[in-house]
């Protein structure tokens, strides 16, 4: 029976197409992938959840210190999130669901941004205990601010121009990419993502992801904390302007993301697994469509991926767990992903250092 299992196994592999960006969701159960049936969670529980699973075979006492880290936050961590919440909604004062949605008022709005009396005004309101504080953080986040204000303006003048143009995948990318390293995120982004291979059964496959958030090593090996997948625009694009979240079916295994993404990802999770931060557990994505980002979670059972390496999974499993879709563009949307994005960083700080 072993030996059929094993002749069984080998010819679904060989049927694999090798390059995972080749990938739909027909693949996944496969290779013992499966979604969680519940319909898209917040962020914020997507990331707590994962993080549990991540450090669930750890030693105690890092566990210990881990949990703390979002249990117990400090005054620096509430005057942080008081400090970006402040940039991202009042100075980055825009409220709308296309990049052509964006006024001339708006752009006024924006190039005020280069200035910096927005932060002489924050921190003059603020008590006077705060206030050094305040400006350090502020006057830290401000370049980066300016950066992704330009990104999206560059974007806005190519959209809305004389000649209006398409916007590529790449532009959407790279903003995504400049709103995240706001929060001080670690970012590699094509075309500097190298391509990372999984070994099945002697058989190669390869994904690139788009980018990845990781923290560099003196070893030369990243520790990766989250995949990034971009696509051009959202499967609802151009829909009415309603989020698509609150009225999702239960079960409805996240039906903004398209096959494809979902299996495109699943093979950049699996060629990037041994590079994790948290180990061969799993580790964070985000897929970008537009201006909409979803925050995504690989959990691996412990022994998975060696398993699925050999050929053998021996009922070993990995479940994704996506979260609902968030407008970068939307107030209401920037505002629930600051804290998870603030802990990212402050996880991924504390990793390096353990």
Not at 133 to 152: D, H, P, Y
Not at 275 to 289: D, E, L, P, T, V
Not at 329 to 352: A, N, P
């Amino acid at each position: 029976m072993s030996s059929l299992a094993d002749t069984e196994s080998s010819s679904v592999f060989d049927t694999i197409r090798t390059n995972t960006s080749e990938w739909t969701d027909m693949v996944l159960p496969n290779i013992g992938i499966k979604f969680d049936t519940c319909a898209p969670e917040s962020i914020n529980k997507v990331f707590s959840k994962g993080v549990l699973h991540f450090i669930e075979h750890v030693e105690e006492t890092i566990r210990s210190e881990v949990v703390n880290l979002f249990w117990f936050r400090s005054e620096e961590d509430e005057e942080k999130k008081d400090c970006f919440e402040h940039a991202v909604l009042d100075v980055f004062d825009i409220d709308c669901y296309h990049i052509d949605d964006i006024s001339i008022s708006d752009i006024m709005k924006l190039k005020q941004i280069e200035k910096s009396n927005w932060i002489d005004n924050f921190v003059a309101k603020s008590d006077r205990c705060q206030r050094f504080a305040r400006e350090r953080i502020c006057r830290e986040l401000s370049a980066s601010l300016k950066t992704f204000v330009w990104q999206l303006l560059y974007m806005h003048r190519r959209s809305k121009g004389n000649k209006s143009q398409e916007l590529s995948e790449g532009m959407f990318q790279e903003l995504f990419v400049t709103f995240a390293r706001t929060f001080g995120l670690n970012i590699v982004s094509s075309p500097s993502v190298e391509n990372y291979l999984m070994k099945i059964n002697e058989k190669d496959f390869v994904a690139k992801p788009d980018a990845i958030i990781c923290h560099p090593t003196t070893t030369g090996d990243d520790k990766i904390c989250a995949v990034i997948g971009v696509k051009g625009c959202s499967q609802d694009e151009g829909s009415d302007h309603t989020r698509n979240l609150t009225n999702m079916p239960k079960g409805s295994n996240a039906p903004h993301i398209g096959s494809d993404l979902k299996g495109q990802h699943c093979g950049q999770f699996l060629c990037t697994l041994p590079y994790s931060a948290f180990g061969k557990n799993g580790m964070f994505g985000f897929i970008i469509q537009g201006t909409k980002v979803t925050f995504t979670a690989f959990k691996a059972d412990d022994g998975y991926y060696d398993n699925l390496c050999s050929g053998h999974l021996h009922q070993k499993e990995a479940f994704v767990t996506y979260s609902e879709e968030y407008n970068i563009l939307r107030k209401e949307d920037r505002k629930l992903l600051v804290q998870t994005f603030l802990d990212i960083g402050k996880l991924m700080d504390s990793l390096c250092e353990m």
